[in-house]
């Protein structure tokens, strides 16, 4: 533990935190090094925080207090996600209440078909909130996943060309969509005492409620085939249409390919070359 710096942030970050919280003690630091936000677990007294924040160039911040000012609060009434506190868009940070608990990812509940459950559960209540047909969704998404092949990458040119195919193919369709977490998997999952917990909703936006499906799918689903019938048990209905899904997996993974390789994570990046190698072979 030690002191509240106010060099861990910028100037007016660290202001608006003194402002509101005092001279909080810094429990932890709770960033990931491959991205420039700032995650600190904080406290005032016997209360706890978490304090987020990033460079205007940062967006993530941005989706966040979004998704926290109009969407999360039936999954803060069931106690699954902290409450927002406070936040201040012009400076590119918020505080939330701080939600204890242990990263399910790496650990034996990443594998546990009821925690997989429960995920599809808290998912189902987060997508039930104002759905809406969208004329547009499936075109801006094929556009983004060739934006994301226009950037630099390691992609094979073959396999390259291959996903490009299936983009141009693709005749785009009115979709319904939802609010979504957009990277629902087990590193966002906390658990304690059996309950599960969401953090990071950096990355929300309006999409179809498949696409939240999209990184378990590829992941632990395909290391323990019975988690996906939990997580349906949980969630209650499989919104996945045959051919969209396909298109799903197929722009999940060139966005993983490319992404990962910006940032420098090998692994993720790897994970992403054989996610689009699998999502072209199902064409």
């Given at each position: ?196 917990r969401i953090i990071d ?34 969630y209650g209905a499989d ?45």
């Amino acid at each position: 533990m030690t002191s509240w710096d106010l060099e861990l942030l910028d100037r007016r970050q660290s202001e608006y935190v003194a402002r509101l919280l005092g001279a909080p003690v810094v429990i932890e630091d709770l960033s990931w090094e491959l991205v420039d936000t700032k995650v600190l677990h904080v406290r005032v007294g016997d209360r706890d925080f978490v304090v987020k924040a990033a460079p205007l160039t940062n967006h993530h911040i941005g989706r966040e207090i979004t998704a926290h000012e109009t969407y999360t609060e039936p999954l803060v009434r069931l106690a699954r996600t902290g409450q927002l506190v406070a936040a201040d868009r012009a400076a590119n940070i918020l505080i939330s209440r701080y939600q204890p608990g242990t990263l399910v990812e790496g650990t034996s509940h990443e594998f546990a078909l009821d925690v997989h459950e429960q995920a599809g559960s808290v998912l189902r209540a987060f997508h039930d909130q104002h759905p809406r047909l969208d004329d547009e969704y499936e075109i801006r998404a094929t556009e983004r996943a060739n934006a994301w092949l226009d950037r630099k990458h390691r992609i094979a040119p073959a396999v390259e060309a291959e996903a490009r195919l299936v983009l141009s193919a693709y005749r785009p369709a009115s979709i319904v969509v939802v609010p979504t977490h957009g990277d629902w998997q087990p590193r966002n999952w906390l658990i304690e005492q059996e309950w599960v917990r969401i953090i990071d909703f950096g990355r929300f936006d309006f999409r179809p409620p498949a696409t939240d499906f999209c990184r378990l799918a590829t992941q632990q689903w395909m290391e323990v085939p019975k988690l996906e019938a939990a997580f349906l048990n949980g969630y209650g209905a499989d919104p996945r249409d045959d051919h969209v899904w396909l298109m799903d997996l197929l722009r999940e993974a060139i966005g993983t390919a490319v992404w990962a390789f910006l940032v420098g994570d090998v692994e993720f990046e790897t994970q992403g070359h054989r996610m689009l190698e699998e999502a072209i072979s199902r064409f």
